[in-house]
């Protein structure tokens, strides 16, 4: 049976307090709401593109534990293919704190636990379902040289690849570009990665040039408010896609809800031109920043207007 969209990463419980602001180091202050949510980004990504109507799988592990359990739980509730979730009693389960502040913007903690014990035996089982897949997508929330590997494996079997290099390393093995069809990250990992600054769409312009001179086909920069810029495959000159303005609740996991979206696309329908996807993305993640948390915040196709379909 045919997979659309598979994706190699983490799981993480969210931990999230809503406050007025952020904390200074060595301050305490007061939140007005506390939860508990499904998140990391590889999880996310999964749920998102799930919810739009493609078959999905998720490759990851989790812990042996009450979390654990219950994010195995999510997966079968939101239709994903759980047969490559894998549970240890080494670490626990991946937990994320986050504080949002009353913008909407957030500073997140994250320890990776169990995540990172994802490694090539478990790529190697999986094998029957990324090469069955039409995308195959990943993060760095797990161990890099895992992620790497699946992106490798999808290439030999001719999957396309979406790489999104979040939470971003400055030294980011460079077989990672070679590898990515899609790579997608926004403006503070660009700058990262580029050592540019990249604060308005002419930047992302610029920066999105030099990661596809390191070897990528396409690249996506996402720019919060300001949409993206879009860089095709063997072209030169990239596309600014604009985003329509929204009322920022909480912006957590709104990368996630385009990347997934994006990956649902790609699966869904391979012809469309890469902007046309990205602009959709963009609607689909604008809906997300109007609700609190992750995935309790992500789209369904039956909440979205049809034209997005
Ligand atoms: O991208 C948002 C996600 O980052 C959160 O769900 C949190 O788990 C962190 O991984
Ligand atoms: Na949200």
Do not use: W
């Not at 994006?262 to 012809?271: K, N, R, T, W």
């Amino acid at each position: 049976k045919a997979l659309d969209v598979v994706v190699v990463g983490s799981c993480m419980t969210d931990l999230v307090s809503q406050a007025p602001r952020l904390p200074k180091a060595g301050e305490t202050i007061h939140g007005h709401k506390f939860f508990i949510g499904f998140g990391g980004k590889g999880a996310n990504q999964c749920i998102q593109a799930a919810r739009l109507g493609v078959k999905t799988a998720m490759i990851c592990k989790v812990g042996k534990d009450f979390f654990g359990n219950n994010y195995i739980q999510n997966f079968k509730d939101n239709e994903v293919l759980t047969d490559f979730v894998s549970q240890t009693s080494d670490e626990a389960t991946g937990a994320a704190s986050i504080i949002v502040n009353k913008e909407g913007e957030n500073a997140i903690v994250i320890v990776a636990g169990a995540n990172m014990l994802l490694g090539k035996e478990e790529l190697q089982e999986a094998l029957p379902a990324i090469r069955r897949a039409k995308v195959l997508l990943c993060q760095l929330e797990i161990n890099p040289q895992t992620s790497l590997q699946a992106l490798q494996m999808a290439r030999e079997h001719k999957v396309k690849t979406v790489f999104n290099p979040a939470p971003a390393i400055s030294d980011l093995d460079c077989n990672f570009y070679t590898v990515s069809d899609v790579f997608c990250c926004n403006e503070s990992e660009a700058e990262l990665l580029t050592g540019c600054s990249v604060a308005d769409v002419e930047d992302a312009h610029r920066a999105a040039q030099e990661l596809q001179k390191r070897g990528c086909s396409a690249v996506i920069i996402t720019l919060g408010s300001q949409g993206c810029v879009v860089l095709k495959a063997q072209e030169s000159k990239s596309i600014h896609v604009p985003a329509a303005a929204v009322t920022a609740v909480d912006t957590t996991g709104a990368g996630d809800s385009f990347i997934g979206a994006l990956a649902f696309y790609m699966a869904d329908q391979p012809a469309m031109p890469l902007e046309e996807m990205a602009r959709r993305a963009n609607q689909v993640a604008g809906v997300s920043v109007r609700a609190v948390g992750t995935q309790t915040s992500f789209p369904s196709k039956r909440n979205l207007p049809a034209e997005l379909f």
